[in-house]
């Protein structure tokens, strides 16, 4: 029998992937906690949480088992004119934790439909009321997915370029920075004045695809003021920087001004299954109730609110603050800071970033998003065990939160040995 790899080349078509370059994808057997194994046994230490998702390591025994409960039990049902349990559970957790101006669920099932439901839900809400609003407000370099409201709101041009005649209009402002928050200010206030503007959705705090850029969470709350003195929704994408991600449980919980709707996906299952809310306020809510049917929300995904999916968010969120996850948070944050002090000096670093478990290194040379240098330090990086996927100038590490210290430490000196590879 032929190997995984050379198995995978017949039929399969992947993500993010230029195969004329012909390069082999590696192929996983099985993973437990902070590892992964190929069909050789080798192992990898995940450094970014297969895409920040498993935070509570892989094959965790105590979600694996609410799931396996949960799948003997009522594994799917429709989510239209029938409800169950599980989804009734997880709102009531997740109200608990969300930002207390949240007030109703919308179940989707990725971070993509979880955006389009945002959107929808922001257009619709001025619709409803006899108002026509037809734009966006997003920042510069953005990331929200890859289906055409989501996209329309991503400004990142090395995935929207074939389609950009085809998007929804959306006018972009700076991301504030501790220097710019007048300057973006004004920014913001002439796109409302100029813009029949629905909404403004952002990434709080960090921009995950763009490289693990930050933003000032003043200027952000700022910019929310403003958008709510114009009355325009305001829409977080916490769908990477949700549960736990930047120190808090939500990047939200840094904001004075909460957002309207909040988009939450990746971890909110613990990488175990599909799944997205949309949030929002009882006063976004309140706009879609009325007499007339059409008024409603009419936009449904087959597989909303699915009972597996949420028995594992369910478990997720009792992990989530408990001492032993909350100990280790603590930790890697800690040991961010001290490897962040050390290899900042490097020659050929230029800064590096910490928040919460995210750890973002910015290297002082060119490197093109998906270009030699980028695949060479991945290259390096599997070579020797470590699972980590440089975006743009950036390395960055968002461990799962059960890596061991011994893991972490072997992920910097990876780096360390990597940059003088340059
Ligand atoms: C990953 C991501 C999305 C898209 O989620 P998918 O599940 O990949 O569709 C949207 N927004 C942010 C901030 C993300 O990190």
């Not at 997880?90 to 669920?105: D, H, V």
């Not at 809510?285 to 059409?294: G, I």
Request: glycine letters at 6%; proline letters at 3%; one cysteine or more.
């Amino acid at each position: 029998m032929e190997n995984l790899s050379t198995r995978d080349k017949k039929h399969l078509w992947h993500p993010l992937t230029q195969h004329k370059l012909n390069k082999r994808q590696l192929a996983i057997i099985k993973a437990k906690d902070a590892l992964l194994y190929d069909e050789d046994e080798k192992e990898y230490i995940d450094g970014i949480a297969s895409w920040y998702t498993v935070m509570y390591g892989h094959c965790n025994e105590y979600i694996v088992a609410a799931m396996t409960k949960q799948m003997n039990k009522l594994d799917f049902v429709m989510f239209s004119g029938l409800t169950h349990e599980p989804a009734i559970e997880l709102s009531e957790k997740l109200m608990e934790l969300l930002p207390n101006n949240q007030a109703k669920i919308f179940f989707n099932d990725n971070g993509s439909t979880a955006i389009e439901a945002a959107i929808k839900m922001a257009l619709q809400y001025y619709h409803n009321h006899g108002e026509k609003r037809d734009t966006l407000i997003a920042f510069d370099d953005g990331f929200h997915g890859d289906t055409f409201g989501a996209m329309s709101a991503s400004g990142l041009s090395s995935y929207n370029g074939p389609f950009e005649d085809f998007l929804l209009k959306v006018e972009r402002i700076p991301t504030p920075q501790k220097d710019n928050i007048d300057e973006v200010k004004n920014r913001l206030a002439l796109v409302l004045q100029e813009n029949k503007c629905a909404g403004f959705i952002f990434e709080p705090l960090v921009q995950g695809a763009a490289g693990m850029k930050f933003h000032s969470a003043k200027g952000l709350d700022a910019l929310v003021d403003l958008c709510h003195d114009n009355d325009v929704l305001c829409i977080a994408d916490e769908v990477m920087t949700g549960f736990g991600k930047t120190g808090k449980n939500f990047a939200s919980d840094y904001l004075k001004n909460k957002p309207d709707i909040i988009c939450l996906s990746k971890a909110l299952t613990a990488g175990m299954f599909p799944l997205s809310i949309t949030s929002c306020s009882q006063a976004v809510y309140d706009r879609f109730l009325s007499d007339e049917v059409h008024k409603g929300f009419f936009h449904a995904h087959t597989f909303s609110a699915h009972p597996l999916g949420c028995a594992a968010a369910i478990a997720g969120i009792e992990l989530l603050n408990s001492p032993e996850i909350l100990e280790r948070r603590t930790y890697i944050e800690s040991a961010h800071v001290s490897y962040a002090t050390i290899i900042k000096t490097h020659k050929n670093v230029s800064q590096t970033r910490v928040l919460g478990v995210i750890l973002a290194i910015d290297l002082n040379v060119k490197m093109e998003r998906y270009g030699n240098l980028r695949d060479k330090l991945y290259d390096f990086f599997i070579e020797s065990g470590v699972l980590l996927r440089p975006l743009g100038n950036t390395i960055y590490v968002l461990p799962p939160y059960v890596i061991t210290t011994a893991q972490l430490q072997k992920i910097y000196d990876t780096i360390t040995a990597a940059l003088e590879t340059i």
